[in-house]
């Protein structure tokens, strides 16, 4: 018997596509999910670092005058919320994360002359209508709370 490569070949290739058409959806999956994953890790990184400055704007001028006591009156408050959500003072441009707001930012005294700095911002999940048609149904919520919160010592 002679062995024929040729036939065996044409025999495999719709194997081949069969097992393609199935495998593809789970790769492309995978590929919308890390890319989610990475989207959602730069966007907490960059809320950290605009909470991180507005830390430290908050913490050098806390003290007012010479009294020795922490005192975050409304100027500096606003000047902070805009420092974290705009990237400067003055609170004009656009937000260095869509959607994010001053009502997203507090500015705290914790005592113990440190105050605290904290942020919130929602992510939505490109996910969801992804995941329906695999699945079926109606939408997946797929809106994640991001927060950074930052201490520091008023100088």
Known sequence: MRFDGHNTRRRQSGAV??????????LVFMMLATAEVSRAFIDHNTLTK????GARHVSSFAFQGTT???????????????LVVYGNLAGGGTPVLPGLTTANVTVTDIGANNIEVTAT???SGLLGPVLR???????????????????????
């Open 17 to 26: 596509l069969a097992e393609m058409a199935l495998v593809t959806p789970i």
């Open 50 to 53: 605009a909470v991180r400055n």
């Open 133 to 155: 048609s695999f699945v079926g149904g109606s939408d997946i919520n797929m809106v994640f709370t991001l927060e950074a919160t930052v201490t520091m010592r008023a100088l």
């Open 121 to 123: 911002h929602n992510i």
């Open 68 to 82: 020795g006591t922490v005192n975050i009156g409304p100027v500096l408050r606003a000047e902070v919320q805009n």
